[in-house]
Protein backbone atom coordinates (compact mmCIF):
# COMPACT_ATOMS: atom_id res chain seq x y z
CA UNK A 1 0.00 0.00 0.00
CA UNK A 2 3.11 2.23 0.41
CA UNK A 3 2.68 2.63 -3.35
CA UNK A 4 -0.52 4.24 -3.34
CA UNK A 5 -0.12 6.91 -0.41
CA UNK A 6 3.13 8.43 -0.27
CA UNK A 7 4.78 8.64 2.55
CA UNK A 8 5.51 11.66 5.13
CA UNK A 9 9.11 11.83 4.30
CA UNK A 10 8.41 12.46 0.45
CA UNK A 11 5.87 15.29 0.97
CA UNK A 12 7.91 17.09 3.22
CA UNK A 13 10.60 16.53 0.54
CA UNK A 14 8.39 17.32 -2.44
CA UNK A 15 6.86 20.42 -0.60
CA UNK A 16 10.58 21.47 -0.29
CA UNK A 17 11.71 21.18 -3.53
CA UNK A 18 8.54 22.40 -5.24
CA UNK A 19 8.93 26.19 -2.59
CA UNK A 20 12.50 26.12 -3.72
CA UNK A 21 11.50 25.66 -7.34
CA UNK A 22 8.80 28.33 -6.54
CA UNK A 23 11.18 30.51 -5.30
CA UNK A 24 13.59 29.99 -7.80
CA UNK A 25 10.57 30.97 -10.58
CA UNK A 26 9.66 33.73 -7.99
CA UNK A 27 12.75 35.70 -8.10
CA UNK A 28 14.34 34.64 -11.54
CA UNK A 29 11.48 33.75 -13.89
CA UNK A 30 8.23 35.31 -12.90
CA UNK A 31 9.38 38.93 -12.89
CA UNK A 32 10.34 39.10 -16.07
CA UNK A 33 7.67 36.95 -17.89
CA UNK A 34 5.23 39.40 -16.05
CA UNK A 35 7.40 42.49 -16.99
CA UNK A 36 7.22 41.04 -21.19
CA UNK A 37 3.37 40.47 -20.92
CA UNK A 38 3.19 43.81 -19.70
CA UNK A 39 5.23 45.71 -22.02
CA UNK A 40 3.46 42.80 -24.61
CA UNK A 41 -0.16 44.15 -23.44
CA UNK A 42 0.92 48.23 -23.44
CA UNK A 43 2.69 47.27 -26.68
CA UNK A 44 -0.78 45.55 -28.18
CA UNK A 45 -3.00 48.56 -26.28
CA UNK A 46 -1.28 51.21 -27.81
CA UNK A 47 -1.52 49.58 -30.91
CA UNK A 48 -5.26 49.60 -30.67
CA UNK A 49 -5.29 52.95 -29.70
CA UNK A 50 -2.88 54.01 -32.52
CA UNK A 51 -5.41 52.05 -35.07
CA UNK A 52 -8.47 53.59 -33.48
CA UNK A 53 -6.78 57.21 -33.53
CA UNK A 54 -6.29 56.33 -37.43
CA UNK A 55 -9.51 55.30 -37.83
CA UNK A 56 -11.11 58.62 -36.65
CA UNK A 57 -8.10 60.50 -38.69
CA UNK A 58 -9.46 58.56 -41.63
CA UNK A 59 -12.42 59.27 -41.15
CA UNK A 60 -12.06 63.07 -40.53
CA UNK A 61 -10.39 63.39 -44.05
CA UNK A 62 -13.02 61.19 -45.68
CA UNK A 63 -15.73 64.10 -44.07
CA UNK A 64 -13.42 67.23 -45.09
CA UNK A 65 -12.77 65.65 -48.67
CA UNK A 66 -16.57 65.44 -48.81
CA UNK A 67 -17.25 68.71 -47.70
CA UNK A 68 -14.51 69.78 -50.46
CA UNK A 69 -16.21 67.62 -52.87
CA UNK A 70 -19.25 69.61 -52.19
CA UNK A 71 -17.76 72.94 -51.90
CA UNK A 72 -16.09 72.23 -55.05
CA UNK A 73 -19.29 71.11 -57.16
CA UNK A 74 -21.15 74.14 -55.98
CA UNK A 75 -18.44 76.70 -57.54
CA UNK A 76 -18.57 74.38 -60.42
CA UNK A 77 -22.20 74.85 -60.78
CA UNK A 78 -21.52 79.05 -60.21
CA UNK A 79 -18.87 78.98 -62.50
CA UNK A 80 -21.28 76.88 -65.29
CA UNK A 81 -24.14 78.99 -64.27
CA UNK A 82 -22.43 82.16 -64.74
CA UNK A 83 -20.92 81.80 -67.96
CA UNK A 84 -24.15 80.88 -69.40
CA UNK A 85 -25.60 83.99 -68.13
CA UNK A 86 -22.67 85.62 -69.86
CA UNK A 87 -23.24 83.95 -72.64
CA UNK A 88 -26.86 84.84 -72.76
CA UNK A 89 -25.76 88.60 -72.19
CA UNK A 90 -23.36 88.65 -74.90
CA UNK A 91 -25.91 86.85 -77.44
CA UNK A 92 -28.37 89.46 -76.78
CA UNK A 93 -25.91 92.54 -76.69
CA UNK A 94 -24.89 91.14 -80.25
CA UNK A 95 -28.51 90.71 -81.30
CA UNK A 96 -29.29 94.23 -79.81
CA UNK A 97 -26.35 95.24 -81.82
CA UNK A 98 -27.32 94.06 -85.14
CA UNK A 99 -30.66 95.23 -84.77
CA UNK A 100 -28.98 98.37 -84.05
CA UNK A 101 -26.85 98.32 -87.19
CA UNK A 102 -29.65 96.76 -89.43
CA UNK A 103 -31.58 99.69 -88.46
CA UNK A 104 -29.52 102.15 -89.03
CA UNK A 105 -28.41 100.26 -92.54
CA UNK A 106 -32.23 100.60 -93.53
CA UNK A 107 -32.53 104.70 -92.72
CA UNK A 108 -29.27 104.96 -94.65
CA UNK A 109 -30.79 102.81 -97.95
CA UNK A 110 -34.11 104.70 -97.31
CA UNK A 111 -32.38 107.96 -97.24
CA UNK A 112 -29.90 106.96 -100.64
CA UNK A 113 -33.21 106.18 -102.19
CA UNK A 114 -35.36 109.18 -101.05
CA UNK A 115 -32.55 111.47 -102.67
CA UNK A 116 -31.98 109.03 -105.67
CA UNK A 117 -35.91 109.04 -105.74
CA UNK A 118 -35.78 113.16 -105.60
CA UNK A 119 -33.21 113.59 -107.87
CA UNK A 120 -34.56 111.23 -110.57
CA UNK A 121 -37.52 113.29 -110.11
CA UNK A 122 -35.55 116.29 -110.34
CA UNK A 123 -33.98 115.03 -113.64
CA UNK A 124 -37.21 114.12 -115.40
CA UNK A 125 -39.12 117.71 -114.65
CA UNK A 126 -36.37 118.85 -116.24
CA UNK A 127 -36.48 116.69 -119.14
CA UNK A 128 -40.72 117.25 -119.15
CA UNK A 129 -39.86 121.40 -118.59
CA UNK A 130 -37.08 120.75 -121.62
CA UNK A 131 -39.73 118.86 -123.79
CA UNK A 132 -42.33 121.15 -123.27
CA UNK A 133 -40.70 124.33 -124.23
CA UNK A 134 -39.32 122.56 -127.51
CA UNK A 135 -42.60 121.36 -128.44
CA UNK A 136 -44.00 124.93 -127.28
CA UNK A 137 -41.00 126.49 -129.34
CA UNK A 138 -42.16 124.27 -132.16
CA UNK A 139 -45.58 124.85 -132.27
CA UNK A 140 -45.02 128.65 -131.92
CA UNK A 141 -42.83 128.57 -134.76
CA UNK A 142 -45.14 126.56 -136.88
CA UNK A 143 -48.47 128.97 -135.45
CA UNK A 144 -46.38 132.52 -136.03
CA UNK A 145 -44.79 131.93 -139.36
CA UNK A 146 -46.11 134.38 -140.83
CA UNK A 147 -45.98 138.29 -139.74
CA UNK A 148 -49.66 138.88 -139.33
CA UNK A 149 -50.29 136.08 -136.71
CA UNK A 150 -47.57 137.16 -134.78
CA UNK A 151 -49.23 140.48 -134.46
CA UNK A 152 -53.04 139.25 -133.47
CA UNK A 153 -51.14 136.98 -130.94
CA UNK A 154 -49.31 139.89 -129.08
CA UNK A 155 -52.65 142.21 -129.16
CA UNK A 156 -54.62 139.38 -127.40
CA UNK A 157 -51.82 138.26 -125.05
CA UNK A 158 -51.55 142.07 -124.09
CA UNK A 159 -55.14 141.99 -123.87
CA UNK A 160 -55.13 139.59 -121.33
CA UNK A 161 -52.92 141.11 -118.79
CA UNK A 162 -54.54 143.04 -116.31
CA UNK A 163 -52.92 146.47 -115.29
CA UNK A 164 -53.48 147.48 -111.83
Known amino acids: MELVTPGIGLIIWQTIVFLAVFGILAAFVWRPITDALRTRESFIQDSLDAAENAKKKIEELKQDNEYLLEEARLERDKMIKDAT?????IKEDAKDETSKITAKMIEDAK??????????????????????????????????????????????????????
Do not use: F, P
Open 85 to 89: EIANK
Open 111 to 164: SVINTEKNAALADVKNLVAELSLDIAEKLLKGSLADKKAQETLVKDLVKDIKVN
